[in-house]
């Protein structure tokens, strides 16, 4: 019996040894052992306006992902988005994107069979200020970009505390952004986990910021702040995106 515990124990430490995963060449983050972590695709790419927080929005994103519930692979170069190497993962972020990015017709329905396939999206702030000749693009972030009426501090009220997107974090959050409106407010199409408080920013109205739906099989999920490195760099946005990979990956 003790020789059989002491094999055990031996074969326990050589498969906790073998399970340590080293980052790949592909500069993703090493993975939590026995446990299958998202696999999160982020482009950053623009054709219009070009955040300065880009940079830090890579570095939060990489650093979460670092705790292990998640990798990432972040990329400008929007030949990634491609039926093969969509394969290798199960969430496309869109994180400050811009413009008229020129994906091919196979480019596109690609993304839009990995997502309607059972997968994830995730749009960032100026994702909702891309690819408006895309109906299907529109459909998946869920609304476009109109205006930015106020860039100053404002409160931000959490619709839905039971979501993993918007839950854990305080009920309103004072923060300084740039906030967005949109051509058409999405609430009748989606769940809406956070608004505007608008008396906060001297007006009235409903300003949806941040939502989930459905796409097909899969799951999209979109979050109007981000404007400002320090957005970023806030633990309650962290936790939101971090709620939204898992929730968007299903895992
Ligand atoms: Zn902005």
Redesign the pocket.
């Known amino acids: 019996m003790v020789r059989l515990v002491g094999t055990l124990a031996a074969i326990l430490l050589a498969l906790a040894c073998s399970s340590v995963t080293e980052p790949s060449a592909m500069g993703q983050q090493p993975t939590v052992p026995g446990r299958s972590a998202a696999r999160v695709l982020m482009l950053t790419t623009t054709a219009g306006?070009r955040?300065d927080s880009i940079p830090t929005a890579r570095q939060v994103i990489a650093s979460l992902a670092g705790a292990g519930a998640f990798s990432v692979t972040a990329t400008e170069d929007l030949s990634a988005v491609n039926a093969d190497t969509l394969r290798n993962y199960d969430v496309v972020m869109f994180a400050l994107t811009s413009g008229e990015l020129p994906f091919s017709p196979a480019q596109k329905a690609a993304l839009v069979d990995f997502v309607s396939g059972g997968h994830g999206f995730i749009g960032v702030?100026?994702a909702t200020d891309t690819l408006y000749e895309w109906a299907d693009y529109g459909r998946l972030v869920g609304a476009y970009f109109k205006e930015?009426p106020w860039t100053q501090q404002g409160t931000v009220v959490v619709e839905n505390s039971s979501h993993p997107a918007s839950g854990g974090v305080a009920d309103r959050l004072s923060i300084t952004e740039?906030f967005y409106t949109f051509q058409e407010n999405p609430r009748s199409r989606v769940d809406v986990l956070l608004h505007l408080d608008p008396t906060s920013v001297g007006t009235a109205g409903d300003y949806p910021l941040a939502w989930a739906h459905s796409f097909g099989a899969g799951r999209a999920y979109y979050n109007a702040l981000g404007?400002f490195p320090e957005t970023w760099r806030d633990a309650r946005f962290q936790r939101m995106l971090a709620g939204a990979i898992a929730w968007t990956s299903g895992k």
Do not use: I, T
Request: glycine share 0%; hydrophobic share 15%.
């Open positions: 306006f955040h702030h100026s930015h740039e404007h």
